[in-house]
Nanobody, 122 residues
């Protein structure tokens, strides 16, 4: 059983940057960040394969967010630049037991963090 712990959320203004970090208690394979805004379904933000050769992004964050990982430290980070009010959500880290792909659907992931709040004011 892998435990995931997110950190780095907060309150920022539009145009600012934040860096989220996810620490895993053990080895993980594909990792991803999802977010869930008020009254919305959980949605895929970004994902990365174990070796880092495959990265995927939601269209809404392409060019602004960057996902990376450090397998030696069992961490995955999400650098968020040019933040917009519509980025406001609880951000969740997720991982899965296989690395054959980086899926977009939450049900494909085995482990989840508790979430960290990101609020972007206009």
């Amino acid at each position: 059983q892998v435990q995931l712990v997110e950190s780095g959320g907060g309150l920022v203004q539009a145009g600012d940057s934040l860096r989220l970090s996810c620490a895993a208690s053990g080895r993980t394979y594909a990792m991803a960040w999802f977010r869930q805004g008020p009254g919305k379904e959980r949605e895929f933000v970004a994902g990365i394969s174990w070796g880092g050769s495959i990265t995927s992004y939601a269209d809404s964050v392409k060019g602004r967010f960057t996902i990376s990982r450090d397998n030696a430290k069992n961490t995955a980070d999400l650098q968020m630049n040019s933040l917009k009010p519509e980025d406001t959500a609880v951000y969740y880290c997720a991982s899965r037991d296989t690395d054959t792909s980086v899926p977009y659907t939450p049900k494909e992931y085995n482990y989840w963090g508790q979430g960290t709040q990101v609020t972007v004011s206009s």
